[in-house]
């Protein structure tokens, strides 16, 4: 909630009485307006006793455009890092991977538009604020959206546990779109036939798999840090 307060995305902040007056004045260093109410009334809005004694009305997220992530890479003068997603329709999983997304610093994520999570005050929540700050965008084909990226120069890699090339045999010193498929389904076939390679995860445990949110950073995080290292060669 921080985040968005400070993004200005807060129109209106909702605050059980009683709540400790740190806390209060602490909200009334931000230009937004407070309404007061007894903690029930938060109950029954938040759908939920566990929360903090506030409940934000933020402004509806907004959909960017993929122009506005291959923009954002360019101003920033960086190779392309571009997350793509194929079939994650929970909203907390959505959140994480544009949290992490954000955080590690990729250049946005990339949903298809009938095979996600909508941009929900669920997902808002799970990202932390990183909506505020990260581009989020759809397409209506992700397979043609893939071959677009393609015929541009970038290079698309898709995470599947099997696959034969673990995530440390692979380039990423080149435009970059990493593809995360849904948990237990992975990636639809026409997905994975566009991936330029196929990268797996090396586990060394008994369990065999990674959420997706997981999975996502660990991948995003090895592609960056490759990067820097090649750099420095």
């Known amino acids: 909630m921080l985040e968005a307060l400070r993004a200005g995305l807060v129109q209106e902040l909702l605050v059980a009485r009683g709540v400790e007056e740190s806390l209060v004045q602490e909200l009334k260093t931000f230009d937004v307006?407070?309404?007061f109410a007894p903690r029930i009334e938060l109950d029954q809005i938040a759908g939920t006793?566990?929360?903090?004694?506030?409940?934000?009305d933020v402004e509806d997220l907004e959909w960017a455009s993929v122009d506005d992530i291959l923009d954002r890479a360019e101003s920033k003068g960086e190779e392309l890092l571009v997350i793509l997603l194929d079939g994650i329709t929970d909203p907390r999983n959505f959140g994480a991977i544009i949290r992490s997304a954000e955080v590690l610093g990729a250049h946005g994520v990339i949903v298809e538009e009938r095979r996600s999570s909508p941009l929900t005050a669920t997902v808002a929540k799970a990202a932390a604020g990183a909506t505020?700050?990260?581009?989020?965008?759809?397409?209506?084909n992700l397979p043609r959206l893939i071959e677009q990226l393609k015929s541009d120069g970038v290079w698309v890699y898709g995470a599947a546990g099997e696959a034969?090339?673990?995530?440390?045999?692979?380039?990423?010193?080149r435009p970059l779109a990493l593809v995360i498929g849904a948990e237990g389904e992975g990636m639809r076939r026409l997905v994975r036939e566009k991936c330029d390679e196929l990268v797996s995860i090396p586990i060394r445990g008994q369990i065999q798999s990674l959420n997706a949110s997981v999975a996502a950073g660990i991948l995003i995080q090895h592609a960056l840090?490759?990067?820097e290292a090649g750099a420095k060669k």
């Open 132 to 140: 505020s700050f990260l581009p989020v965008a759809q397409t209506k």
């Open 49 to 56: 006793t566990d929360h903090q004694g506030v409940i934000a």
């Open 225 to 227: 840090a490759s990067r």
């Open 164 to 173: 034969a090339r673990p995530m440390q045999q692979l380039d990423y010193q």
């Open 33 to 35: 307006r407070l309404k």
